[in-house]
């Protein structure tokens, strides 16, 4: 029986280092088994975070010979033979331990976008929708958050300080996929310009190419919603009508920051039409 070298990093937020354990290679593992069994052998101590093993919980998600990927749908066959496997933790994240990283800024973006703001029923209390856009957000909603997108992300992977401001690809498809919906009546545009980065991203495709599920996130998300903020902030008609309605109506923006928590005003709220995609037959 032939050996694999797995270098998995160890150490916690002070630092740390790659440790090499030398395993025997058994036959349709993927990465996150043979993990599994450093744990059970020469490394009972080593962190790692999975839970379904089968590529739909999210937990497992690490840098793999410097590409994000999930350990656990990662097959060992797959990698280069006779080459050590390196395993290392989300560069973008800080680190807990081992193969462990806090994702919390994730969660922290996630509460600034505004929840789904379903219009008023039909008279009989029934909503009617076109097939067509209850397809339209479905793509999103395969979404496991792996935070792969996340990691890889250029904006905050090699500018801590752009977290601040950036949201990231993850919280864009989220976001269209509440802009797409046929129910909702919100306006996320301005908070996804000010205070979500939108116009940072630049369109690299790299959240695309690595996320698991294979979501379109630039083609199908990134690019709609820069395109609609373009139109809000810079369409003359749009322009003329966020003058007038200023002197009366709060923004979306100002309403965020200055009740932290609350819901941007609707769309109806403010007299603004609703934009191509988001209406109803
Ligand atoms: S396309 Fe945008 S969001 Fe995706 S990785 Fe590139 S800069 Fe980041
Ligand atoms: S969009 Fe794809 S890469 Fe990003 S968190 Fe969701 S599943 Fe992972
Ligand atoms: S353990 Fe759930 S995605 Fe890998």
Known sequence: MTDVTMRVWRGDGDGGQFAEYVMPQVEGEVVLDVIHRIQ????PDLACRW????????????????????????RMDALPEGEPVVVAPMRTFPIVRDLVTDVSFNYTMARQVPPLKPREPEPDGTYRMMQIDIERGQEFRKCIECFMCQDVCHVIRDHEDNKASYAGPRMFIRAMELESHPLDTDDRRELLRQRMGLGMCNITKCCTEVCPEHIKITDNAIIPLKERVVDASYDPVAWLGRKILRRTKRSALEAALEAP???APTRQERSVPATPGTGTS
Do not use: D, V
């Not at 059970?40 to 490394?43: D, E, L, S, T, V």
């Not at 919980?57 to 999930?70: D, H, R, T």
């Open 40 to 43: 059970a052998g020469p490394a």
């Open 51 to 74: 839970n379904c093993k089968a590529g739909k919980c999210g937990s497992c998600s690490a840098e793999i010979n410097g590409l994000p990927k999930l350990m656990c749908m990662t």
């Open 261 to 263: 928590g609350q819901a």
